[in-house]
């Protein structure tokens, strides 16, 4: 299902886990690897593919969300505040959403725009783990490097502790296993909660 309105979004009470983050991280693209999936979800390399709140239900019992990416100068002015307040909206009110998943680019240094929206995120209580995405484009070596200092500048900010993290790759189906494992067990535990 897709709309831009949190309100018609499906009413069932079963877990759902959002992908947000700048447009052309590569949200649309994970929801498809993780799926095993060519295109379930509609991707681009012109950013700014996904407009609207795309739900997809997976074996019958919890959702992937997936949402149209921030900080995409091409959107007019006036595009950019509805296009902004749907999304908050829907991190506002969405009771049924376990995790979120912020996905930053790995070869980037950490992004104000990206920070800001984490912050908010914290700031709103809404729970988010960081997915580093495109690691098939940095040399193994210095992945590790990379994500260190990620996680170093958010731990001298504002932040206690760093979010758990996840390191991906679309293209090369890395991280798929550990980030299945980790929804699977939110998923047992909701549904064991609810029994
Ligand atoms: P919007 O919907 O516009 O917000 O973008 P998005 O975040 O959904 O990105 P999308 O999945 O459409 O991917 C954007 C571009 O990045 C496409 O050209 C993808 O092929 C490319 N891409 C996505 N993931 C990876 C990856 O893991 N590795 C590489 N090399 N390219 C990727
Ligand atoms: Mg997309």
Not at 35 to 61: M, V, W, Y
Not at 83 to 92: H, L, R
Not at 136 to 141: C, E, I, V
Request: hydrophobic share 35%.
């Amino acid at each position: 299902m897709s709309n831009s309105n949190v309100e018609k979004c499906p009413n069932e009470k079963i877990p759902e886990y959002a992908f947000i983050g700048r447009s052309n991280v590569g949200k649309s693209s994970l929801i498809n690897m993780l799926t095993d999936r060519k295109s379930l979800a509609k991707t681009s390399g012109r950013p700014g593919k996904t407009q609207l709140i795309n739900h997809f239900k997976i074996n019958e019992n919890w959702f992937l969300v997936d949402l149209p990416g921030y900080g995409y100068a091409r959107v007019s002015k006036k595009d950019k505040k509805t296009f902004q307040k749907y999304i908050t909206n829907y991190f506002e009110q969405r009771t049924q959403l376990v995790c979120s998943f912020v996905l930053v680019d790995i070869r980037h240094e950490p992004q104000k725009i990206d920070m800001e929206f984490m912050e908010w995120m914290g700031e709103n209580g809404i729970p988010f783990c960081i997915i580093f995405t495109k690691a098939d484009k940095l040399k193994p070596a210095v992945i590790e490097n990379k994500v260190d200092t990620y996680v170093k500048t958010m731990v001298q900010g504002v932040w206690e502790e760093a979010p758990r993290y996840f390191i991906t790759s679309s293209s090369k189906k890395m991280g798929r296993d550990a980030l299945l494992q980790f929804i699977d067990e939110i998923n047992t535990d909701f549904f064991k909660e609810k029994k």
